[in-house]
């Protein structure tokens, strides 16, 4: 059967009692934030040892050292069908399978919606109400009291990503007042952090649409402070990893959209270039240090410096 997936990690200890959860759909972030959850829970409310398995078919059929029984997080449907989920009705052995929509999985899905020992969550992109729902809980989790105006553009500012709303209400959790202002609302959540990120996946497009993009989303201080750290937080998995193998590894699965585009920048990347990028931050903080009021033109400047530095 179906399950809400916002009310599953929205909710302290929702009743589960099933033997499979089939956590899909396009929107990795919250998959991942589903699969956590259901860890945690099982974790909390049995005995059961972890195993992480690829496939199905490497499922241990020994019995446990300690007579204990065992969940498995499957990352792939491969080698799942009717017969063998049938073979698998046992109180002693839980199954998460976690992979995103593919066509020929369509009917395999449906055989775990039909199934009553089964519960499916599909993850897509939040809708308002979704989000609605979300950042109403974080406010009365950490006693926050706010206006309408200011909720809702909350609501319209924050990413439709999971993992990048839920960083952003993090941030209520060390805030000193308990009532969130207009002027608050600017501080916390100036723009939509993805928005900014997005500009650099446009590093390799002409000049003038890059700085037509800057300008449409820095417009302050404030702004042009955290679309450099943005930038350079993208920049260092270019900087740290070595090999595109391990690049693609550990780049943010939230951004599994752009994640073509970060690999074509990765590769024109060699040793000289990634020396001169860090010398880019080096110079770019100090300015922002010692220039606050010049704070936009400074990160135009970095912009520009980075999109050089990768198309030479």
Request: hydrophobic residues 35%; charged residues 35%; glycine residues 2%.
């Amino acid at each position: 059967m179906r399950s809400d997936p916002i009310h599953l990690v929205l909710e302290e200890n929702p009743k589960l009692e099933k033997n499979f959860y089939l956590i899909s759909g396009n929107e990795p972030t919250l998959m991942e934030r589903v699969k956590d959850k259901l860890i945690e829970l099982i974790k909390k409310n049995t005995q059961f040892e972890l195993e992480k398995i690829e496939e199905f078919s490497q499922k241990d059929n020994n019995v446990s050292l300690f007579n204990k029984g065992r969940f498995y997080v499957v990352s792939s449907l491969k080698g799942v069908d009717k017969e063998s989920i049938n073979g698998l009705c046992t109180n002693s052995e839980i199954f998460i399978f976690i992979e995103e929509n593919k066509p020929k999985n369509k009917i395999l899905k449906k055989l775990f919606i039909d199934r009553p020992d089964c519960f499916v969550f599909d993850c897509y992109e939040l809708s308002r109400e979704s989000k609605t729902k979300i950042i109403r809980k974080y406010l009365n989790s950490f006693d926050i009291k706010i206006g309408d105006e200011e909720f809702w553009r909350i609501v319209e500012t924050l990413d439709n990503r999971f993992m990048l709303l839920e960083k952003e209400l993090l941030k209520l959790e060390f805030l000193e007042s308990k009532v969130l202002n207009k002027q608050l609302v600017s501080k916390l959540f100036t723009k939509n952090s993805s928005q900014t990120e997005k500009i650099f996946f446009k590093i390799l497009n002409d000049k003038d649409v890059l700085v037509r993009e800057y300008f449409n989303n820095v417009t302050n201080d404030i702004e042009a402070n955290n679309f450099y750290y943005n930038i350079k937080r993208l920049s260092l998995y270019i900087i740290n990893n070595t090999n595109q193998s391990e690049f693609e590894k550990n780049f943010p699965k939230y951004l599994f959209r752009e994640k073509n585009i970060m690999i074509n920048i990765f590769k024109k990347y060699n040793d000289k270039k990634k020396k001169s990028l860090l010398k880019l931050f080096y110079v770019t903080e100090k300015l922002l240090r010692t220039n606050k009021e010049l704070s936009v033109a400074t990160c135009l400047r970095f912009l520009l410096g980075v999109r050089r530095i990768t198309i030479s």
